[in-house]
């Protein structure tokens, strides 16, 4: 009994690192999913600006903003944040202002559908988790962030 479990834990952590050696694709893929479709969607509001601007004056409620300054801020990180998301340049801050605007697109809609609603739960899991655990190993700023670190220690007894 006593070999089978410990065959059970050899297997368990041949299976663990397995799934490890899985993350940073997870979230790579996780980040290129999440540009897409915040990037498809900026792009389509700059096809047509007054359309853009008619929307959020008349079915998108933004509370606190006015439409046309709604509309440009929404337009401009669904298009900006998504390409820092995608280098994993300010991954985590990336994560978080699509947060926010996955979030202001719920609650700006006086009706959403339940299968359009599910998608947007959906996208904000997938937004909390790069947030929470940052872009990968797979990202410009695991590059970035030691020598920011390093060169920062250098300069702070300077």
Do not use: C
């Not at 300010?90 to 978080?96: M, P």
């Not at 809609?109 to 904000?124: M, N, Y």
């Not at 947030?131 to 020598?147: C, E, K, T």
């Amino acid at each position: 009994m006593n070999s089978l479990l410990q065959r059970a834990l050899e297997l368990w952590a041949v299976l663990t690192r397995a799934l490890d050696s899985l993350q940073p694709l997870a979230a790579l893929a996780a980040r290129l999913y999440i540009a897409q479709v915040f990037f498809l969607s900026g792009l389509t509001k700059t096809r047509d600006w007054e359309t853009t601007v008619a929307l959020f004056t008349d079915e998108y409620h933004v509370p606190l903003l006015p439409p046309a300054l709604a509309a440009a801020m929404g337009t401009t990180g669904e298009l900006a944040l998504p390409v820092l998301l995608v280098l994993g340049l300010g991954g985590r801050f990336a994560a978080l202002g699509l947060s926010v605007v996955n979030a202001v697109a719920v609650i700006s809609l006086s009706e959403i559908a339940p299968a359009a609603l599910q998608q947007h739960v959906f996208w904000g899991a997938l937004l909390a988790g790069l947030a929470i655990y940052g872009s990968g190993s797979w990202s410009l700023d695991r590059f970035i962030a030691p020598r920011l670190l390093k060169h920062q220690a250098g300069t702070r007894f300077s």
